[in-house]
């Protein structure tokens, strides 16, 4: 009885991060929870600390490749524990190739993600584009739903990018760049 009751805690250990409860409701965040979060779906963890406390820069190292940022948003407020938004972005330094309008449209396109552009970029020195989505956790949200905001963020921002700096199927006289309609009739 003892080898077996010590097999199953052995093996519910090691099975532990693939039964991660994705239904579990979530109505804060702190640090350790998006490592947690981060780490059951296979992301690389970069760095922590960079853009606040409550940040990380990770890698999807299984997917887009792309490395992006996670921050918690209003921490500390009187009467919670940890941060009630999470601000998930995939940053691109501008290289002078994009303009204001195709990031504009971007918000169009892609209405599930926010666009913009920083002179200053997050560092004050490096122009920059980016990607936003921004989650708000008053109320509560499943972890599976804060993992899938990511997915799609993820899954945005290389096309938008592409889109940005036309290339790929955006780029001139390329296949895209026929569907997308400006027309006031259109509309």
Do not use: H
């Amino acid at each position: 009885m003892r080898r077996t009751l010590t097999s199953l805690a052995i093996l519910a250990a090691i099975a532990a991060p693939a039964l991660a409860d994705d239904s579990r409701i979530v109505k804060s965040v702190s640090l350790s929870d998006l490592q947690r979060i981060l780490t059951e779906d296979g992301y690389t963890i970069n760095s922590t600390g960079d853009d606040g406390a409550v940040s990380i820069r990770a890698t999807d190292t299984a997917g887009t490749g792309l490395i992006f940022n996670v921050i918690g948003t209003a921490c500390d407020v009187e009467g919670t524990d940890g941060c009630l938004g999470i601000n998930m972005q995939v940053r691109y330094d501008a290289d002078g190739q994009e303009t204001l309008e195709r990031i504009n449209d971007t918000n169009l396109m892609w209405a599930a993600t926010s666009a913009w552009y920083s002179a200053g970029g997050v560092d004050g020195e490096t122009p920059t584009v980016g990607l936003t989505r921004y989650v708000i956790l008053d109320g509560g949200m499943t972890e599976r739903n804060i993992k899938d905001n990511l997915l799609n963020l993820l899954a945005i921002a290389p096309q938008a990018a592409d889109y940005i700096w036309q290339v790929g199927e955006w780029a001139p006289g390329g296949a895209a760049e026929e569907e997308v309609f400006y027309d006031d009739e259109e509309w």
